[in-house]
């Protein structure tokens, strides 16, 4: 099972145990998304905000880190204008712990069997 997930304005792929770098959490041990998707084992899709209002991704702070650093440089020529400037982006590392489903509606391919079943009868 997998589920996609939106953290700090972008989205990502997760599996249960996956560890990965979001934009930086602060002050929290567990944090809960809501995922925007969800693709059960079975290849069985489950999208949508009233299907996905129960569903839950659970994650697990493991610490922070440190993105590259980048460098903005501004240059004209023959003027003596010389701009430096740096960035280092903060992240901050997460481990999946769970991926809920939350309650899953059934009743349509329960109704189509009894049906059937009623049918053949």
């Given amino acids: 099972m997998y589920a996609i997930i ?9 599996h249960e145990g996956d560890v990965l770098d979001v934009e930086l959490i602060k002050n ?14 079975d290849g069985s899709v489950i999208a949508g905000t009233k299907a996905l209002g129960k569903a839950s991704v659970t994650v697990e702070v493991i610490g922070d880190s440190k ?3 980048i ?8 003027t003596g204008y010389r701009r430096r400037h740096g960035h280092r982006q903060k992240y901050s590392r997460i481990k999946v712990t769970a991926i809920s489903a939350g ?3 059934k009743k349509k391919k329960a109704k189509a069997e009894s049906s059937k079943a009623t049918k053949e009868a």
């Fill in 71 to 78: 460098n903005i440089f501004k240059y004209k020529n023959k």
């Fill in 28 to 41: 929290t041990d567990t944090v809960s998304y809501t995922p925007l998707l969800i693709v059960n084992d």
């Fill in 67 to 69: 993105g590259p650093k």
């Fill in 103 to 105: 309650a899953t509606k």
């Fill in 6 to 14: 939106r953290a700090g304005g972008k989205q990502a792929k997760v």
